[in-house]
């Protein structure tokens, strides 16, 4: 199940986010690390250090691009010279697949640079799941949606988020980055059972996971990025793959970024999960050998 | 309703950084949030908007910020502030990435001198300046010249294009000094995108630095092994430089540059200076 039509086919495991203050150490030492993700904007530049820095870590590496702008859930249509700058760099990594977040963010031309959320309505996954259509066809890779955290809800939606994700995706035919540290943050300020959102998305869509650090404050929480994975984040990943299966694992730490070691470290804590996942299918691919 | 929203989170932040009680139509903030944002039992449909309105207005504030140092430092904390919003309000960002944000800003600033006040003028050219670093970082590099294909090509034939990432400056105070002491004390790296909540680090009461002398000043601004560099430059190296980006050739690109120089002085050997050391960085490319 885990390697499937919508990460390419591809078994990935734990990854982490390619960040600057990590570049020297990860150049110089190297050091054994399944898979960077990017951030396809930092790159998406026609020179200078930061291609230098990724055709560099694409010859010792595997790297795949994670976007913050396209706004699947813009009113508007995607950018013509953004689709363009994206093919560019999808044919310099080779990323499998692509992923970018369930959200609006520009309107006419003007940008937030923020992921909004989409009003849960039929009409928003019919024009979400176009618009998702539209950027697979032109950048010819799978892609992957990820469900964002959220701070308000609107009026106008007339379903829960998970039921809107799952939507979309059979519109679109496309799968899920499934964040699960936004789950838990989206619970929390929509006061929602996190656990409803993981058994209600289609598990066979889901080509990756995010985990992350968050922030809480008296009234509402936070996807600040700056912290280590919270104990309720990793029991929702502990459920989301033993439903989805090993699933491609990427911690993301964006701000007061620690040393490398530290931000690896803590991704791997997702081995201990992943391979109590691994066991089981090895059990059950065992007994289906000897019953053969 | 994505206008509307959009409409809601361009709008500045009062100067205690919450969202404003009435929007730029007059409406009242609370209605407008009301009629599309649901409440909860904690936060009313008004303070859940206002998480976006801040996000907004923290991460394209700290964006500029992050890019224009030194107009910071010209303009002080307070001034560089409000200068943003009013820009921002104008020229709210019309690319995917920030590294665009400050695109339109000398244009603004010439519109608009009262930002800048009486430091219009340094204002300007620090600005110039610091838009040519964001163009030098990222900007492409075309494969240089050789010596070869000066020596195939006679002076009086031959036309160069300039790197892309290489821009000329003449401005009248000694920026390049300012911006770089600016970049050092904030330490100067550019923020990258990523899809986390940042926060404003609400240092709006810097002062700005004492007005220096004027000081005519040629710059070169380009990169050269992933680093942005500002060069200065004398005044004839200025006027070959500039006219052979306009398309002269390398023979009346000299010419035109030396007719009003000082006689006493002997050009040649400076010349052949110049010139290898503007090839040595690569600077001349073939043109299209």
């Known amino acids: 199940m885990p390697a499937n039509s919508f990460n390419g086919f591809t078994r990935y495991g734990i990854g982490i986010g390619l960040r600057v203050p990590h570049y020297r150490h990860i150049l110089e030492r190297k050091p054994v690390v399944d898979w960077f993700e990017i951030i396809s904007e930092n790159f998406m530049v026609d020179g200078g250090r930061p291609l230098e820095v990724l055709d560099a870590i694409l010859e010792q590496y595997r790297v795949v691009q994670h976007g913050v702008s396209m706004y699947f859930g813009n009113a508007d249509r995607p950018s013509r010279e953004h689709l363009k700058r994206l093919k560019t760099l999808v044919k310099r990594t080779g990323t499998p697949w692509l992923s970018d977040h369930l959200c609006w963010g520009s309107v006419d031309g003007s940008y937030s640079h923020d992921l909004l959320p989409v009003p849960y309505t039929f009409a928003a996954a019919k024009r979400t799941a176009q618009n ?71 598990h066979h869509r889901v080509g990756q996971i995010h985990i992350a650090g968050h922030t809480k404050f008296e009234r509402y929480i936070l996807d600040t990025h700056d912290h280590p994975v919270l104990d309720p984040v990793w029991k929702l990943y502990d459920h989301a793959i033993r439903h989805c299966g090993h699933t491609a694992t990427l911690l993301e730490w964006d701000a007061h970024i620690p040393s490398f070691n530290e931000v690896h470290d803590e991704a791997l804590k997702a081995n201990a999960y992943i391979g109590e996942v691994d066991a089981a299918e090895q059990e059950a691919d065992a007994a289906l050998a000897a019953r053969a | 309703m994505q206008r509307e929203m959009a409409g809601v989170l ?34 009313t449909s008004f303070e859940r908007l206002e998480i976006y309105s801040r996000q907004y207005w923290y991460r394209v504030l700290e964006g500029l910020q992050e890019d224009f140092p030194g107009l910071r430092a010209v303009l002080g904390g307070a001034r560089f502030l409000k200068l943003s919003e009013a820009y921002l309000v104008k020229h709210p960002s019309s690319s995917f990435t920030m590294r665009n944000l400050g695109r339109a ?58 790197q892309p990432h290489l821009s000329l400056l003449e401005v009248s105070y000694p920026v390049d000094e300012i911006a ?9 790296q550019r923020g990258e995108a990523s899809n986390a909540v940042e926060a404003s680090d609400g240092e709006t009461d810097r002062p700005a630095i004492p007005l220096p002398p004027r000081e005519r000043v040629h710059l070169a601004v380009h990169r050269s092994e992933n680093s942005v560099f500002y060069k200065r430059l004398d005044p004839e190296a200025y006027a070959i430089l500039t006219a052979l980006r306009d398309g002269a050739t390398v023979a009346v690109a000299c010419e035109r540059a030396l007719r009003k120089a000082d006689p006493k002085v002997d050009w040649a050997p400076l010349l052949q200076r110049w010139f290898g050391t503007w090839s040595q960085f690569g600077w001349f490319c073939r043109r299209k």
């Open chain 2, 180 to 188: 770089v002491a600016a970049r050092q004390e904030d330490d100067g």
């Open chain 2, 105 to 162: 800003l000398e244009g603004f600033l010439r519109a608009e001198p009262r930002w800048a006040g009486r430091r219009q003028a340094i204002a300007l050219d620090v600005t110039r300046l610091e838009w040519a670093h964001i163009e030098a970082f990222d900007n492409t590099a075309l494969p240089p010249l050789t010596s070869d294909d000066f020596l195939d090509t006679p002076p009086h034939r031959l036309r160069v294009r300039l």
């Open chain 2, 10 to 43: 361009f709008t500045p932040l009062t100067r205690g950084g919450d969202m404003r009680r009435r929007a730029a139509d007059g409406r009242v903030m609370r209605e407008v949030a009301e009629s599309f944002i649901k409440p909860n039992d904690r936060l």
């Open chain 1, 132 to 202: 998702i259509r539209e950027v697979r066809d032109y950048l010819e890779v799978p892609i992957c949606v990820e469900n964002v955290s959220s701070y308000a809800e609107y009026h106008a939606s007339n379903m829960t988020e998970w039921e809107f994700l799952s939507e979309v995706v059979e519109l679109a035919d496309c799968g899920i980055l499934l964040d699960v540290n936004n789950i838990y943050v989206s619970s929390r300020n929509h006061d929602f059972n996190p656990f409803d959102y993981l058994n209600g998305v289609p």
